[in-house]
């Protein structure tokens, strides 16, 4: 079992910046991947970004490529998500999610085994 929790969301004008933060408790997670999700009101959760635990090997979605970076530090048990140039577009609840499994692909939702609580991201003038 892996519980995580997000932090770090907030409000933020576009243009902006904002770093979230996923720590999971407990053992080292040593897992196959971590990663993001977002979800706007009356919309599908979507992929953001997700690293594998033991290489390193980062993936992103389409809509934030070259402006957000994740990363993980396995020695802390955690994973951040560094979100540069916002736009309200990027507006959601963000999710930090764990896929216990090796392996790929890292996009689909239903791969990943415990979800976080969620933060809100508001980019807004």
């Known amino acids: 079992q892996v519980h995580l929790v997000e932090s770090g969301g907030g409000l933020v004008q576009p243009g902006g910046s904002l770093r979230l933060s996923c720590a999971a408790s407990g053992r080292a997670f040593g897992g196959g991947a971590m990663g993001w999700f977002r979800q706007a009101p009356g919309k599908e959760r979507d992929f953001v970004a997700a690293i594998t635990w033991r290489g390193g090997n980062r993936y992103y979605g389409d809509s934030v490529k070259g402006r957000f970076t994740v990363s993980r530090d396995v020695a802390k048990n955690t994973v951040s998500l560094q979100m540069n140039s916002l736009k309200p577009e990027d507006t959601a609840v963000y999710y930090c999610?764990?896929?216990?499994?090796?392996?790929?692909?890292?996009?689909?939702?239903?791969?990943?085994?415990?979800w976080g609580q969620g933060t809100q991201v508001t980019v807004s003038s």
């Open positions: 999610a764990a896929k216990t499994a090796y392996g790929g692909p890292y996009y689909p939702s239903g791969g990943y085994d415990y």
